[in-house]
């Protein structure tokens, strides 16, 4: 059997669509190896961040009325929550493949919690939203609390040390991911700013300079250690969101969780910098810009927005189709495709194993974390 697939690039956030409407694969088993093998570069197709998979909500009472289903797998084979730009690819990809303008999609579905957003696509314009809703509290399997969940849904992270670059603090919420917010001056500190904000242009198909390698390996630098050495406060991971303002405009770079690295956008981690911000005091309501920094090395134009709502938030992008194919699905080369996990590995589990770090302090949502 032929799978076939179709690759978006949200401001190269990247996804292989799966489309099982046209395409269905037979259960979790199959599509977590067909993950793990088309997301390998050396085997399968790879340059790629997760492969998405589609199909038809089979009940509409049970689905809460929804059209299809969005399902996101990593490369270990390991299934996750949510994506905005994945989502806003998704909006892209129905538009081309089934026509109509607005879907309603599941999200969420490791959760046992499946939640529906609306989506939809501008045919003259190209561009493609997402009502992704409010910002809500982090569920309580992604983050160690002592106490309730904080009423306003942000959870205050402080003591986050990384040694020999800085200590860290910032604001917890959850927009289909968990996303730890770090802005200049409210957590992110002013030498950091400088090194991770930088004035460097790059291009595709040559070799960065010193400038970018210096501050990509910075970003995974704080990213993987927080993940690592805080496991105890975030048992599956947190995304890590660096921004600043300038003239209204949002700048930021997004570490990912499950992926274990920086993307060149995130598109929920803006909906998350847009609440945080808001509470801050630091961001105005109605539509803010968001501008991912590292994928503006390569494609000076890329922007994000995000408009307040009465019911939440609304992200709004361009994704751009890269390229469709068919690929064979064949049950002896699935055994083998496995990387950086196993043929076994559960769908849905965690990203990783749990270290042995001290658990963290909880006073009154300011949870301070304490390194291992």
Not at 60 to 79: H, K, L, P, T, W
Not at 165 to 180: D, K, W
Request: negative net charge.
């Amino acid at each position: 059997m032929d799978v076939l697939f179709e690759k978006y690039t949200s401001f190269g956030n990247t996804f292989i669509i799966v489309d099982e409407t046209r395409t269905p694969l037979a259960d979790d088993a199959q599509r977590a190896a067909f993950a793990r093998w088309a997301l390998n570069g050396d085997f399968g197709i790879g340059g790629t961040d997760n492969v998405l998979y589609l199909s038809r909500a089979q009940d509409s009472r049970v689905q809460g009325g929804a059209d299809y289903v969005f399902r996101i797998f990593e490369v270990d084979g390991s299934e996750t929550l949510s994506c905005g730009n994945g989502l806003l690819s998704t909006a892209a990809a129905l538009h081309r493949a089934h026509g109509g303008v607005e879907w309603t999609v599941l999200t969420e579905v490791p959760t046992g919690r499946p939640r529906p957003v609306r989506l939809g696509a501008d045919p003259d314009t190209g561009r493609t939203w997402v009502d992704v809703g409010p910002a809500r509290a982090v569920p309580a399997e992604l983050i160690t609390r002592s106490g309730p969940p904080p009423a306003d849904g942000v959870d205050h992270i402080t003591g986050l040390v990384v040694p020999g670059v800085a200590e860290l603090s910032g604001y917890l919420t959850f927009t289909g991911e968990p996303h730890l917010v770090l802005f200049s001056g409210h957590g992110l500190p002013p030498e950091l700013e400088e090194r991770l904000f930088v004035d460097a242009r790059g291009a595709i198909g040559r070799p960065d300079g010193p400038a970018i390698k210096d501050t990509v390996a910075l970003a995974h630098q704080l990213g993987s250690h927080v993940n690592q050495a805080y496991r105890d406060l975030f048992p599956q991971g947190v995304h890590l969101n660096f921004a600043r303002i300038r003239d209204g405009v949002v700048e930021y770079r997004t570490w990912e969780r499950a992926i274990n690295c920086e993307t060149l956008a995130c598109g929920s981690g803006t909906v998350a910098m847009a609440y945080v911000g808001r509470r801050l005091g630091i961001l105005s309501g109605g539509t803010t810009a968001f501008w991912p920094h590292r994928c503006r090395w390569y494609q000076p134009d890329a922007s994000l927005t995000v408009t307040e709502t009465e019911s939440g938030y609304v992200l709004t992008g361009q994704p751009r189709l890269v390229c469709v194919g068919a690929v064979p699905l064949s049950p002896q080369a699935s055994a083998h495709q496995t990387v950086g996990g196993t043929a076994g590995s559960t769908v849905g589990g965690t990203a990783g194993s749990p270290s042995s770090a001290t658990p963290a302090k909880d006073l009154t949502h300011a949870l301070a974390a304490t390194p291992g």
